[in-house]
Every structure is written in C-alpha cells, then in structure tokens.
C-alpha cells in the first residue's frame, strides 16, 4: 500500500484548507482511513477517522465542528476539509490506513502511513 499526501500549505487563521491522501496498492474500501498530526516537539495525534464505506466518522475534539473527513471509494481518496483554522493546527498533517481496525483512534492500529503535508497556520 502507497499513501501520497498533498494539499498542505500556508493560510491564515480563520481560513480553510482541504488536504487529501491518494492510497493505491489493495483494495481501498477494505481500509479505515485516518488523519493524525504532528506539531514541533510534540507527539502525533489522532485528529479523524472514517470507515470503511465511509458512513461512519469520528473526530478529535480539539477539531470536531471545524473538520470534515470524507472518503470517495471510486477514486481512492481521502480528505480532511480544514475550516476555522488557528495557529495551534499547525503541523504536519499524515494519513493512515487500518487494515484490522475499522475506526481505530490510536496510532498503532494502523498499518500504512502517507508521508505527511505540512499545514501552517498564520496568526
């Protein structure tokens, strides 16, 4: 499995930013995706799930109401519609894919990783 992330860049607070994630390899719609990120000096964080047919979501609670994750089956994509955006959202951004685990939240349950997209939020 191949994740590829792009989308990542500079905006101010208060704006918007959709960030995607190309996954290829297997069959995507066997794969919960997930967003985490990962600030300077910090650890990375869960901040969205989606499963498996993309019914169900969950989401970080320092994201939820401004964050949208969604997933299009038919081209194997997931996004992460970034709106409200503030200063503290700065990090880079990586997508995850779980094989075993529909709406895993930690880390470790995921099996693929992307290789991140930087989003930096200016105040």
């Known amino acids: 499995v191949q994740l590829q992330a792009s989308g990542g860049g500079l905006v101010q607070a208060g704006g918007s930013l959709r960030v995607s994630c190309a996954f290829s390899g297997r069959t995507f719609s066997d794969y919960g995706m997930g967003w985490f990120r990962q600030a300077p000096g910090k650890e990375r964080e869960f901040v969205a799930v989606?499963?498996?047919?993309?019914?169900?979501?969950r989401y970080a609670d320092s994201v939820k109401g401004r964050f949208t994750i969604s997933r299009d089956n038919a081209k194997n994509t997931v996004y992460l519609q970034m709106n409200s955006l503030r200063p503290e959202d700065t990090a880079v951004y990586y997508c995850a894919a779980a094989y075993t685990i529909n709406m895993a939240t930690r880390s470790g349950a995921y099996d693929y990783w992307g290789q991140g997209t930087q989003v930096t939020v200016s105040s």
């Open positions: 989606i499963g498996w047919s993309g019914s169900s979501t």
